[in-house]
């Protein structure tokens, strides 16, 4: 082996319904506790074009966002997976950029307690 395993998340799933979200984020609150804002679902591109498909999945005639890292940048812009296209959807928290815009500013991590919530003995 030349090189670690990929920590990347992959997987061959090619779910679209919104019916049943495959996602759901939330915001996290002062008090600790979580507020729900959006719901998304993430197609990873791999298994999206095993089916034949020629263009990312759509939802009311939108395509879902692209997300793969560029080599040229440091930073990680498909979050630790393997590219992948998804959509969300702003249906708990109104976005100014739209409810199928991947970003919400008025969606804030301020409060997220960070790794200490995950953090276990084992080494």
């Not at 600790?32 to 990312?56: C, I, K, Y």
């Not at 393997?82 to 301020?110: L, Q």
């Amino acid at each position: 082996m030349t090189e670690p395993p990929s920590p990347r998340v992959n997987r061959s799933g090619t779910h679209t319904d919104f019916r049943r979200p495959s996602i759901l984020i939330y915001e996290p609150q002062a008090d600790g506790s979580m507020e729900l804002v959006a719901v998304e679902n993430l197609v990873f591109a791999r298994a999206w074009h095993n089916t034949d498909q020629s263009g990312p999945p759509t939802f009311h005639g939108l395509a879902y966002d692209t997300m793969l890292d560029d080599p040229a940048t440091t930073i990680d812009e498909a979050h630790m997976f393997e590219p992948h296209f998804d959509r969300h959807v702003w249906i708990y928290r109104d976005n100014p950029n739209g409810v199928f815009a991947p970003f919400n500013p008025a969606v804030t991590c301020v409060h997220h307690k960070g790794r200490a919530l995950h953090t276990s003995s084992a080494h």
